[in-house]
């Protein structure tokens, strides 16, 4: 059985910065993709960044590129978003979700999901 469980949300100052983690485990196959969303409340869930256990590839939807830094530790179970320069537009629930397929995050899919965690921007 596959788990996803992200850490890390809270509140921070404009400007600041935050990192969030995400452990995956029990996936039953070396290559595979992890995406992080996020969720306003009233709007859809939407991806922003990925990262592929094959090859380290990475994805940042525009809104968060040169501010957000998405990583994968040597053992392929831990995947690290450093998010600096917050924005109060930033704040959200943030989902990590895992996938055998990078093309099916990036559009939105996945298969497995962490609970969520909060991040709040203050202004």
């Known amino acids: 059985e596959v788990h996803v469980v992200e850490s890390g949300g809270g509140l921070v100052q404009a400007g600041g910065s935050l990192r969030l983690s995400c452990r995956v485990s029990?996936?039953?196959?070396?290559?595979?993709?992890i995406a992080w969303f996020r969720q306003v409340p009233g709007k859809e869930r939407k991806v922003f960044s990925s990262?592929?256990?094959?090859?380290?590839?990475?994805y940042y939807e525009d809104s968060v590129k040169g501010r957000f830094t998405i990583s994968m530790d040597n053992a392929k179970t831990i995947s690290y978003l450093q998010m600096n320069n917050l924005k109060p537009e930033d704040t959200a629930v943030y989902y990590c979700?895992?996938?055998?397929?990078?093309?099916?995050?990036?559009?939105?899919?996945?298969?497995?999901w962490g609970k969520g965690t909060l991040v709040t921007v203050s202004s």
């Open positions: 029990g996936f039953q196959i070396d290559d595979y993709a």
């Open positions: 990262i592929s256990t094959f090859d380290n590839s990475t």
């Open positions: 979700a895992a996938d055998a397929s990078s093309g099916r995050v990036l559009l939105g899919f996945a298969e497995y």
